[in-house]
């Protein structure tokens, strides 16, 4: 695996416009952490990845249409107890899009074991937000990773039920299957407000320079179409049904507003996984670990003291 330094990133080869992906020089001229970043090509693809703090590895996901701007907060206070590794998933943010093709759960999930591998990080504790919990739940079960503890944040680990599940999935596929619908999303986000009310429907409010970096992602096309792309290949019913036999210890950590993922769906997987444990957030939405990032350390660290990754003689110190 080669590294390359954050200031010098690759070159960025030819593409359509339709397709542009966010710019390190321009979209990332400030990105949270930016100082943590840095370029390194695992799995056949160009990664953006941020590394902070010292002690055991812990691998934080983002979820569909994040990217490591979503641990602006958390990834700091983490640091002060592990290692923290935070990957832009394949086609978010500043890493490179795959072939249609990769861009399923499986895939994903073996190009992810690729970079860790290449990093050399074999995570104790490992934490996703929305499908990044799907995603590291996948790779528990595959074998791909061996941590002692799995953190869900608003998890999206069961597939979409009922009526919503049989139109938005086609529509999806619908959608991801045009060059143009992804530069026409793009450029409506960019319409003065719409980013605020898209956060806003997830049942989260959050300070105005995190929507700004939202507004850097959604306005662009190719990180639009990675997301409808992700969205569209995702099928979750093979994990659902594996969840009982996850071995790695759960907690799930809901948002009791969350608009996006109802935190029922953590309450029901509480009951699918022996073991798990709930922690709901009153109040919060699908951005809970952004709205109240202190709160989801604190969470966290005592998860890991209880899975014996953290010295409990710590405790008193904070």
Same mark, same amino acid.
């Given at each position: 695996?080669?590294?390359?330094?954050?200031?010098?990133?690759?070159?960025?080869?030819?593409?359509?416009?339709?397709?542009?992906?966010?710019?390190?020089?321009?979209?990332?001229?400030?990105?949270?952490?930016?100082?943590?970043?840095?370029?390194?090509?695992?799995?056949?693809?160009?990664?953006?990845?941020?590394?902070?703090?010292?002690?055991?590895?812990?691998?934080?996901?983002?979820?569909?249409?994040?990217?490591?701007?979503?641990?602006?907060?958390?990834?700091?206070?983490?640091?002060?107890?592990?290692?923290?590794?935070?990957?832009?998933?394949?086609?978010?943010?500043?890493?490179?899009?795959?072939?249609?093709?990769?861009?399923?759960?499986?895939?994903?999930?073996?190009?992810?074991?690729?970079?860790?591998? @290449?990093?050399?990080?074999?995570?104790? $504790? +490992?934490?996703?937000?929305?499908?990044? *919990? /799907?995603? &590291?739940?996948? =790779?528990?079960?595959?074998?791909?990773?061996?941590?002692?503890?799995?953190?869900?944040?608003?998890?999206?680990?069961?597939?979409?039920?009922?009526?919503?599940?049989?139109?938005?999935?086609?529509?999806?596929?619908?959608?991801?299957?045009?060059?143009?619908?992804?530069?026409?999303?793009?450029?409506?986000?960019?319409?003065?407000?719409?980013?605020?009310?898209?956060?806003?429907?997830?049942?989260?409010?959050?300070?105005?320079? @995190?929507?700004?970096?939202?507004?850097? $992602? +959604?306005?662009?096309?190719?990180?639009? *179409? /990675?997301? &409808?792309?992700? =969205?569209?290949?995702?099928?979750?019913?093979?994990?659902?049904?594996?969840?009982?036999?996850?071995?790695?210890?759960?907690?799930?950590?809901?948002?009791?507003?969350?608009?996006?993922?109802?935190?029922?769906?953590?309450?029901?997987?509480?009951?699918?996984?022996?073991?798990?444990?709930?922690?709901?957030?009153?109040?919060?939405?699908?951005?809970?670990?952004?709205?109240?990032?202190?709160?989801?350390?604190?969470?966290?660290?005592?998860?890991?003291?209880?899975?014996? $990754?953290?010295?409990?003689?710590?405790?008193? *110190?904070?």
């Amino acid at each position: 695996m080669r590294a390359l330094n954050d200031n010098n990133p690759p070159p960025r080869a030819p593409r359509a416009a339709s397709l542009a992906k966010p710019g390190w020089d321009v979209e990332g001229r400030d990105w949270p952490n930016r100082d943590a970043s840095r370029f390194v090509h695992a799995a056949g693809l160009r990664w953006h990845v941020q590394q902070i703090g010292r002690g055991p590895v812990l691998l934080l996901i983002h979820g569909t249409s994040a990217a490591t701007h979503s641990w602006r907060t958390l990834a700091p206070l983490l640091a002060e107890h592990f290692t923290v590794v935070a990957p832009d998933l394949p086609g978010h943010g500043f890493t490179e899009t795959p072939a249609p093709s990769r861009m399923t759960l499986d895939a994903m999930a073996q190009d992810l074991a690729a970079l860790l591998r @290449g990093l050399g990080h074999q995570p104790v $504790l +490992v934490a996703g937000h929305s499908a990044g *919990a /799907a995603l &590291l739940a996948r =790779m528990c079960l595959d074998g791909g990773i061996a941590p002692a503890g799995l953190v869900a944040l608003n998890g999206a680990l069961l597939p979409i039920g009922g009526a919503a599940g049989r139109f938005m999935l086609p529509l999806a596929r619908v959608l991801a299957s045009s060059a143009m619908v992804p530069r026409l999303m793009a450029r409506f986000a960019r319409n003065p407000g719409m980013v605020e009310r898209m956060i806003a429907d997830t049942g989260s409010s959050i300070e105005p320079a @995190g929507i700004d970096y939202y507004r850097r $992602l +959604v306005g662009s096309p190719g990180h639009v *179409a /990675a997301a &409808l792309r992700m =969205m569209a290949s995702w099928r979750l019913e093979r994990t659902a049904l594996e969840l009982p036999q996850l071995a790695t210890r759960l907690l799930l950590i809901a948002g009791s507003n969350d608009k996006t993922i109802a935190a029922s769906n953590s309450a029901q997987v509480q009951r699918m996984v022996p073991g798990a444990q709930i922690e709901l957030m009153p109040g919060l939405g699908h951005l809970a670990h952004e709205e109240r990032p202190h709160d989801v350390r604190d969470l966290m660290v005592a998860f890991a003291r209880d899975a014996g $990754l953290l010295p409990r003689r710590l405790a008193a *110190a904070e």
